[in-house]
Nanobody
Framework: VQLQAFGGGLVQPGGSLKLSCVATGNIFSINTMGWYRQAPGKQRELVATITRRGRTNFSDRVKGRFSISRHNAENTVDLQKTNLKPEDTAVYYC??????????????WGRGTLVTVSS
């Protein structure tokens, strides 16, 4: 199983950016998907998660500015970010709890995509 994230880049403060992540491989089903981020010199922190049924959870730092959605048939998860702030600068990692064809469940991580918020 592999997760690949897309959509990072440079954006000005107050701008918007969408990240997408797709899971491929020996997948039977995917439970929770989500995003973490790691800013320079800081620990990795939760950004947002979404269950297979669509229940969401957000960090207080991004609540009201970020939204998360997924497409179960395509094994994708999106993170729409608005009103971006310099402190949102980080490498963003997607993850997924994947149930493989052998019915074992494991957590997988993407490599990360850099988002820089700067004027």
């Amino acid at each position: 199983v592999q997760l690949q994230a897309f959509g990072g880049g440079l954006v000005q403060p107050g701008g918007s950016l969408k990240l997408s992540c797709v899971a491929t491989g020996n997948i039977f089903s995917i439970n929770t998907m989500g995003w973490y981020r790691q800013a320079p010199g800081k620990q990795r922190e939760l950004v947002a998660t979404i269950t297979r049924r669509g229940r969401t959870n957000f960090s207080d730092r991004v609540k009201g500015r970020f939204s998360i959605s997924r497409h179960n048939a395509e094994n994708t998860v999106d993170l729409q970010k608005t009103n971006l702030k310099p402190e949102d600068t980080a490498v963003y990692y997607c993850y997924a709890w994947v149930i493989e064809q052998g019915l074992t469940e494991s957590a997988y991580w993407g490599r990360g995509t850099l988002v820089t918020v700067s004027s």
